[in-house]
């Protein structure tokens, strides 16, 4: 069974940057696309990036896009998210979860209803 733990969340000021790091354990195959949503109080889960392992493939929300930055270290069985830039807006408890046997990474993988397991989450906020 695959397992997700984040961290790297915390307190930033607008403008700032954090690196949210996800751990994967558990995985038998490349064929898996690692996605990160986030959920803000009162809101409901949306997606941010998503990242396949096998090919490397990427893929943002709008709302990102420019900001943030998805990539993976194989060696270490990880995958981060670089937010630069960062608003209040983006102020959410930040998830990494797993597609597994997915060979691409794309505008689905904003849904969470693709998704098999989930880590914990790490909470991001931004202050103005």
């Known amino acids: 069974q695959v397992q997700l733990v984040e961290s790297g969340g915390g307190l930033v000021q607008y403008g700032g940057s954090l690196r949210l790091s996800c751990v994967i354990s558990?995985?038998?195959?490349?064929?898996?696309?690692i996605g990160w949503l986030r959920q803000a109080p009162g809101k409901q889960r949306e997606g941010v990036s998503c990242i396949n392992l096998r090919d490397g493939s990427t893929f943002y929300g709008d709302y990102v896009k420019g900001r943030f930055t998805i990539s993976r270290d194989s060696a270490r069985d990880t995958v981060y998210l670089q937010m630069n830039s960062l608003k209040p807006e983006d102020t959410a408890i930040y998830y990494c979860?797993?597609?597994?046997?997915?060979?691409?990474?794309?505008?689905?993988?904003?849904?969470?209803?693709?998704?098999?397991?989930w880590g914990q989450g790490t909470q991001v906020t931004v202050s103005s």
């Open positions: 558990g995985r038998t195959s490349d064929y898996y696309t």
């Open positions: 979860a797993e597609d597994g046997l997915s060979d691409g990474c794309d505008a689905r993988h904003l849904n969470e209803d693709e998704y098999d397991y």
